[in-house]
């Protein structure tokens, strides 16, 4: 049926038309954005572990990656996307010899969609690939305006967000475009595959070790005995994969499992209890000092 024919029917019944609102829902909205920026590395550079409590996005414009998000490790090359979610630990080395061309960016976000992108690497399409090198076209050519052309050669890693300020349509026009990348993966997104590789499996089988020990101090040759390796290896494989020490990663998983606790209502002393902190004092300064939060805030935002 043409839509004419609508408008003939309304006319020859002699009635009015009725016109039915269908509500546009939401299933993921990016509320904030905390860096944007495309840079090329070297073969051999190791970007050092981190977490924080907003989400990072790693896309593979050229060359090739190892990243880590957690326990998983994953060979990365073009066309390859990771996203890490808040509280996730996370590093990358460039293993390409011609080195790797990469567009980071890390962003706020909510909707119940936003889950589908968790602990993946996706392998995009050529249609996925089209829409983030339509936003690049967009952000280079804003960002050659006169105004801003300092500011990128300033190389600074929020440079690309500077536009947010003062030019109105750029915040959404920038979002859309992830939005649109976003909807695509989570319902036609290609999902690679974790590394198979001998350290990276047992860099999964000890960090699994020291989630289900999380309340505890297990110690490097515990942790060791339990992967089958010498002291020696584990703390090479963390220092591969997490880029830092054992003790270091053990505390980031402690915090992250408190702030789980604190958001379903745990007390900060039962939380600090549970997680083997030797008292709540300690445990606020390491919970603050890994995410910029004192626990009580964030048991207060959470019982909001």
Known sequence: MRFGDFESIGRRKGESMVWLAYSVREQIRITDMYSLFEAHFDNGYAFPGESHNFWECLYVMKGEVCASGNERVYNLTRGSIIFHKPLELHKFIVNG?????????????EGPLTSCLAEKVFALSDAQQDILASMLSFIRAKMEEPRFREILSARDASS???????????????????????????????????????????????ISYLNSNVSAQPSVPEIARYCNVSEASIKRIFDKYAGMGIHKYLLKLKVKAAAELLQSGESVSSVAEQLGFNNQSYFSRAFKRETGLAPSNLKAAASQ
């Open 160 to 206: 690309c967000l500077e536009p947010f300020l003062t030019s109105p349509a750029y915040s959404q026009m920038l979002s859309t475009y992830l939005h649109q990348l976003m909807l695509s993966l989570a319902e036609t997104g290609s999902v690679s595959s974790v590394s198979s590789a001998p350290d990276a499996v047992i860099f999964r089988r000890a």
């Open 97 to 109: 010899p011609d080195g790797a061309d990469l567009l980071i960016f890390s962003f706020a976000a």
